[in-house]
């Protein structure tokens, strides 16, 4: 362990130094930027996502919003991580993701307070959102959680644009893989994420993930609560409906009718966008071309987010303020 008392810059860094080489030469995620996230001063340097090696968190607490197999009726117990490696310019989590919102916490107290959501809440699992870029600390979390007798299923709520090595490093660590594909067209994922190669990266990273925990278990007991697999989710994007049908369809013909696939309909205008389409909400014209093509793909597990699903139009039941001690608006059906 690094001694923490000598320099108070590193007094939130208690990993063992195994994991804290990790951030020295970041490659966590597959932009590999390279940076020495070991300097926490302000004018120290951050990786692609905004980080140094401070852990740094934007909420801790259940939540009702994910799918039902993770919900339950107790919530899904989330850790939502500041910053994000991926950085999507419409981003509906950009207050933690790119505004630096979120408190720096040790791996003492962040242990502490995942123990006491779990106990004063009986969530259903452990679910970790945007962890990436903190895969040191979602190790050792996960190992001391472990030794003090957690036995809830762990989830890696996740973009899609993973390492395999770091997959790899985490196949004992997860029980459950929750990733987007968000792009099948390079040209896209280009323009709203930076990353031309986030099509071909996200599906290697999901073929690691399906070949490790095989596909989402949602009927696995009689409390319909999963405990191992992989879901996956598709964002639709207002105006990119031609990516969203190419998107299914490439998914189909890799993973097959039986891949449990997440239709949402959420996006929210929230920040100015060049893009006109992206300064509007979705249509249900567009919503229903997508789920259509799902339902003739044949997909056999959809779980479906239909816009009328929302609250009144000047409120949006899915997006977060993080600003606010409880940032989702409540239990959602």
Do not use: W
């Not at 106990?119 to 870029?133: F, I, R, S």
């Not at 369809?249 to 992206?278: A, C, H, I």
């Amino acid at each position: 362990m690094l001694n923490c008392q000598k320099n108070r810059e590193y007094q939130f860094l208690d990993l063992p130094n195994n994991l804290l080489k990790l951030f020295e030469k970041c490659n966590l995620c597959p932009r590999q930027c390279g940076v020495n996230r070991l300097n926490l001063r302000p004018s120290g340097p951050k990786g692609y996502c905004g980080e140094s090696a401070g852990l740094r968190v934007g909420y801790i607490g259940p939540h009702f919003g994910e799918e039902p197999p993770l919900t339950g009726t107790n919530g899904s117990g989330t850790v939502f991580f500041s910053g994000c490696s991926l950085q999507c310019r419409f981003c509906q989590n950009y207050q933690i993701s790119r505004d630096n919102l979120g408190t720096l916490v040790s791996m003492d107290a962040l242990l502490l307070k995942v123990t006491e959501m779990i106990g004063a809440h009986q969530v259903h699992n452990l679910n970790l959102v945007t962890p990436d870029h903190f895969f040191p600390y979602v190790f050792h979390l996960v190992e001391r959680l472990r030794q003090n007798g957690l036995r809830l299923p762990v989830v890696l709520n996740c973009s899609g644009y993973q390492s395999v090595e770091m997959l790899t490093m985490l196949e004992d660590f997860c029980d459950i893989y929750l990733p987007d594909y968000k792009y099948a067209d390079p040209e896209l994922a280009r323009r709203l994420s930076n990353c031309p190669d986030y099509p071909q990266i996200a599906l290697d990273a999901i073929s690691v993930m399906v070949k490790q925990k095989g596909f989402l278990d949602a009927q696995a007991d009689a409390d319909r609560i999963a405990t191992k697999g992989v879901l996956i989710r598709h964002l639709i994007l207002p105006g990119k409906i031609q990516n969203s049908l190419d998107a299914l369809t490439t998914l189909f013909l890799e993973f097959g009718p039986r891949l449990p696939l997440s239709l949402m309909s959420q996006y929210r205008p929230v920040l100015t966008q060049k893009d006109p389409d992206l300064n509007r909400p979705l249509t249900h014209a567009e919503f229903d071309q997508v789920y259509q093509h799902a339902l003739d793909l044949g997909f056999e597990h959809l779980f479906v987010q239909f816009p009328e699903e929302k609250k009144a139009d000047n409120e949006a039941p899915f997006l977060p303020d993080f600003r606010r001690e409880k940032p989702f608006c409540g239990p959602v059906k």
